[in-house]
């Protein structure tokens, strides 16, 4: 597979990584699906994860969780998002792991608030807990990075995770059904394939009755025929990003969330919901209505060219992306738009 390859080493480039760490999946939501069904649950094991993830990440744990006999618990890192600090969401992630938790699956971005984790800070607080542990008692750090691929240039390396989750088909610009799963050493060897891969030696294996073991990246790539086309595309996203900068995409990312969280605050028909701080948030923005029908303002947004979305969570906010192909013009008509339709 020459051309999973050249994916693999453009996504290993882009992310600082192994290349033969890095499984290539469909989207996001196979990606952790195969991970926590790949991780040996054990009956009385805790899981730990937040009311901010999206469905992908709770419908995977609650099914794999289910399979196992293990726990799934979801704490709150913060109650009013704009307020959300990094010492607070650290503080109460740690105070929330017991000596029985084995995964702690997190998003970077949320895509139900647009807060942005701190990663790094979450990561130490994780290996604090796992200081004295024997191996198969360690707790691993999942991550669904999805929001932040290709809007925040931080690396798996920086963020200090064991598992980075993501499609590559929302900011990084990559066809549908694209998407990777990278592994530090230590957590991949925890993942089972659930999928069978076509790749060599799995492959190979079976045509010859040899037993060679797979590594990470090829043995939890699905096989079967895929959308191959779209697959071996994701070279040229992650070629795009790496032509600009990764560090030049997310100070955009960022100069252009800035611009329209600063128009938004001063809109007095809305609330805004996604931290002001640069550190806690990346290119989603989210607001609440302070009157009528968010859905009504998404469609009437909709009819004046500007696309915004319903977050699709029980709290639900207006919610808009600043990405790289997103103008400082059409981020203030957004303004002045939800400015007039709120009045
Ligand atoms: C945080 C988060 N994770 C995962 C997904 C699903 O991504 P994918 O389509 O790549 O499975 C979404 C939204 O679609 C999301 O907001």
New binding site residues.
Partial sequence: MEHDDEVRAAAAGYLGVDAAAIALTG????G?GLVYHGLALRPGDHVLTTTH??Y??HEALRLAAARAGAEVEQVALYDDPAAASADEVTGRLAAAIRPATRVVAL?W???STGVKLPVRAIADAVAAANAGRADADRAILVL?A??GLGADAAQPGDLGCDVFV??T??WLFGPRGT?LVWAAAGAGVAVAPTIPSFTAPSFVNWFSGDDQPSPFGVGNTPGGYQAFEHRWAATEAFAFHQAIGPDRVAARTQELATRLKDGLADVGGVRLVTPRDPGLSAGLVCVEVARGDPSELVRQLRDARIVASLT?YRETYVRFGTSIVTTPDQVDAAVEAVDELTR
């Avoid at 989207?27 to 196979?30: A, D, Q």
């Fill in positions: 989207s996001t939501t196979m952790l993830d999206f992908s990440t998003t971005v949320h895509s669904d999805v929001h993501s499609g088909h929302k998407g699709p």
